[in-house]
């Protein structure tokens, strides 16, 4: 028995969906003489650097910061996108992360090696008239971020056609 469904389903007829706007871009990052990094994607642009007390001009967020900053961001949107599928009140979501035990993960990765962070705390609070069930729900879906998932199932960097030797 064959069952129809309709194009706009992912049926017969329908357009492939699209990529994401980030696949298969370029991000990325110059730095000069000091540490101020400046780092491009699209038409964005963003500053990294390093603390004064690591003799950077602290004039943007580490790299360690940075990835912080992209997964807490990669879980409040995957939150958004599920609640608004479902139809659920959610006014606001606000994710903190930090690494632990220690507060400053770059001189602990100087220290001991990037193997001695080996978790990453997170409080999330959600605004909005929202029930146990749902509160609890957006929390697993914040865990099912494709960023999250990425760096829990670990990511390869491989050179690419014109990389320096």
């Known amino acids: 028995m064959t069952t129809h469904v309709p194009p706009e389903q992912g049926g017969a007829g329908a357009e492939a969906p699209a990529a994401p706007t980030y696949v298969g871009r370029w991000v990325s990052a110059r730095v000069g003489r000091d540490f101020l990094t400046i780092l491009d ?7 990294a650097d390093e603390p004064t007390a690591l003799g950077g001009t602290d004039l943007g967020m580490t790299p360690y910061e940075l990835l912080l900053a992209s997964l807490s961001s990669c879980m409040a949107i995957t939150m958004r996108m599920y609640a608004t599928r479902k139809g ?9 992360l930090r690494t632990a035990p220690t507060r400053d993960p770059d001189r602990e990765v100087r220290i001991k090696g990037a193997g001695s962070v080996t978790r990453i705390e997170r409080r999330i609070e959600l605004d909005g008239p929202l029930t146990a069930e749902q509160r609890q729900r957006l929390v697993e879906m914040a865990d099912r971020c494709p960023i999250k998932r990425n760096l829990e199932a670990g990511l ?10």
């Open 156 to 165: 390869e960097v491989v050179s690419a056609p014109g990389d320096v030797p």
């Open 88 to 96: 659920w009140p959610l006014e606001g979501a606000h994710i903190q």
């Open 41 to 47: 994607s699209r038409t964005h642009g963003i500053l």
